[in-house]
């Protein structure tokens, strides 16, 4: 926040305009500390178990946890718990879902392209600007694409026929400064390939790092959206520098 005349006025970070998440005399409450990765999908603070003072959950009778996530009537630990839902990920349910009692509930409910025991598989993935599965010449299995024959790229985007000389697909690959995409991937047919390597790498001519978007939740893009050069292009729904707001329907 901002002290003028010794008052506090807190940054509000609610983009709804609503009472701001931070607030407090000295602007040392924030609610934020009491959503839960799921409770984006709701007005719920605490899990819809507890109820939020001054950033910290006060949880219902029946549930613990930092955020009221863990059910008493569970017969593994909170900790246990957690782990279950990690599976090979850094986040429970892979940042994609409610943890409850060692098992995962992907999110957006009802949205089949999130899927797996940890919510491991994000099938969005798999799908262009126009949401075209795999460029039309592939399928999908667990987010990643798997091409038909002659096509091949993250997306299937890519033809194996090329009907110009190498030399003219060069220098639809050369940047202004005369380097082959970037020196950072190869040339195909008059498009760059980026160094499949350094999967942050993109852009038309390989320029743009991907690292450089803003992330929430320790994913890039919340994994909401994708990131296009620096800044996320968000998914249905979604709404933020992050993707990190949901503006869809609301869910219990």
Known sequence: ????????????????????????????????????????????????????NCGRCDCKEGW??????????????????????????????????????GQCTCFPP?????????????DRQCENADGDVCGGHGICSCGRCICQD?????LCQHSRKCNMTEEESRSLCESADGVLCSGKGSCHCGKCICS??????????CECDDRDCDKHDGLIC?????????????WEGWNGNACEIWLGREYP
Not at 15 to 21: F, H, I, N, R
Not at 222 to 234: D, H, M, P
């Open 150 to 154: 002659g096509w091949f790229g993250k």
């Open 222 to 234: 919340t994994g909401n959206g994708v990131c296009s050069c620096g800044n996320c292009e968000c």
């Open 1 to 52: 926040g901002t002290c003028v005349c010794g008052e506090c006025t807190c940054h509000d970070v609610d983009p709804t305009g609503d009472w701001g998440d931070i607030h407090g005399d000295t602007c040392e409450c924030d609610e934020r500390n009491c959503k839960a990765v799921y409770d984006r999908y709701s007005d719920d603070f605490c899990s819809g178990h507890g109820q939020c």
């Open 110 to 122: 009802g949205d089949n392209r999130v899927h797996g025991k940890n919510c491991e598989c994000d």
């Open 64 to 101: 613990t946890g930092k955020k009221c996530e863990h059910p008493h009537s569970c017969p593994m630990s909170a900790e246990e718990s957690t782990k279950k839902c990690q599976g090979n990920s850094n986040l429970p349910c892979s940042g994609r879902g409610r943890c409850e009692c």
């Open 196 to 205: 499949p390597q350094e999967w942050y790498i993109s852009g038309d001519f």
